[in-house]
């Protein structure tokens, strides 16, 4: 009762008092500014110009914390700035830009009403060329390279994004290919958990709503096999593979899967069911124990 900290991290309230001061305005003009210095027609890019401009979209997604604060951004022209610093040099040469402008993107793909701003923008493309040549580069070494793998992930969490709740941008983004490399990405990277989980994901958001037109499609890619797989190899895509593959209509799509409900007890601790049952199948026995017979 008398801890001077606050309960939360005050994060939120934080960016919020950051939006109104004029923050997120004052953060995109800067990352406006840095477009001339990503690009490298001499091929040498500007590793100090990338660097802030992959911290500027680390911040302006923190202060991007909510719709009306992501609407602001949409409309200051944010989306074809990111467009324009993912499409460019040093994007491509730096795996930590590329990934947070992917993870500001995604930020904003959460909007509805800013998805359509960024497939019409060419935003599809241009996170695939990022994840394209990220891809390429990761899996040039063995272990593949963590940033470039991270740089996959972020790309692949705005692809899953965009076709969240929105059947015509998941339509967009299978006909530029995106379904396709992302089954091509769980095919060349089957022991990247983050990965896998993002690509699950980025297929289960397309086909949930669009199960006659785009299920077909995905299954003949191999899908079926590769969420089985990804299932098998990672606990965290178990849910994500399970929900693909039961949007897919596969009859396994259950395997491995138990769906549970977590519950707070009384002493603060988190159980399942299953928990649950076996504590009191445990007190039943220590009760027998303890009991003196008549």
Known sequence: ????????????????????????????????SLGPLLQAPDEQVDASAAKLASSVSFTLKGVAANEEVCKQVAEGGGVEVLVAVLQSDASLATASL??????????????????????????????????????????????????GLQAV?????????????????????????ALDAAVELMQNFPQVPNLQRQASM????????????????ILALGA??????????????????????????CDNYNEGWTPTTI??????VERTADDLDE???????ADRVNTIPE
């Open 1 to 32: 009762a008398d801890d001077p900290l606050d309960a939360a991290s005050g994060a939120f309230r934080n960016a919020q008092a950051l939006a109104k001061a004029g923050a997120a305005a004052a953060l995109l003009d800067v990352l406006k």
């Open 98 to 147: 590329a990934k947070q402008s992917c993870v500001l993107m995604r930020q904003l793909a959460g909007s509805d009403t800013i998805k359509p701003l960024i497939v019409s923008a060419q935003g599809v493309q241009a996170v695939m060329r990022v994840m394209e040549v990220h891809a390429a580069v990761a899996s040039s070494s063995n272990p593949p390279q963590l940033p």
């Open 153 to 177: 992930e972020a790309g692949l969490s705005v692809l899953a994004a965009l076709c969240l709740r929105n059947p015509p941008g998941a339509e967009a983004l299978a006909e530029v290919g």
């Open 202 to 217: 980025l297929l289960r958001n397309a086909v949930a709503r669009s199960k006659d037109l785009l299920g077909p499609k």
């Open 224 to 249: 079926e096999k590769l969420l089985v797989q990804a299932k098998i190899n990672h606990k965290m895509c178990v849910d994500v593979g399970s929900a693909a593959l039961r949007d897919l209509g």
């Open 263 to 268: 519950i707070m007890g009384a002493d603060g």
């Open 279 to 285: 504590e009191y199948l445990q007190f039943q026995a």
